[in-house]
């Protein structure tokens, strides 16, 4: 589970990207200084609300969104091809243990038979007089 922090920090650094402004720029806005605006993306120091409150106005966002915890599309679609994977595993394992089992089924079917046939053959010897 992400900290508070590291949360305020990715999103805080999302939104600036999507806006296509740098951490500068971005501490102009908010008025203020760039080194606080970069510790606050390397999670080093924490803003007060009024501070959250302009760097999410200079953002274009709702100060509750730099605390919402959400995945971005690269995090998601690897959650996606993970589950993919996991999914493709099963169906793997299940077809072969099912092939596995067929292939057991049918070597005992053949030994079976295989048996059933030398003892007829046997039997067939026997009565005449082999």
Request: hydrophobic content about 40%; overall charge positive.
């Amino acid at each position: 589970m992400a900290s508070i922090r590291e949360i305020l920090a990715q999103n805080i650094k999302k939104y600036r990207q999507k806006l296509g402004i740098t951490q500068s720029e971005l501490a102009e806005l908010a008025e203020i200084s760039t080194n606080f605006m970069g510790m606050i993306e390397q999670k080093r120091k924490f803003a007060a609300p009024e501070v959250l409150d302009r760097i999410a106005a200079a953002l274009k966002v709702e100060t509750s969104e730099l605390f919402i915890d959400k995945p971005t599309a690269s995090e998601e679609m690897e959650r996606v091809y993970l589950k993919i994977g996991k999914k493709i595993d099963q169906i793997i394992r299940e077809s072969m243990e099912k092939h596995y089992q067929v292939t057991v089924k049918n070597i005992e079917l053949v030994i079976s038979e295989s048996i059933e046939k030398a003892f007829l053959d046997k039997r067939k010897y026997i009565k005449k007089g082999g």
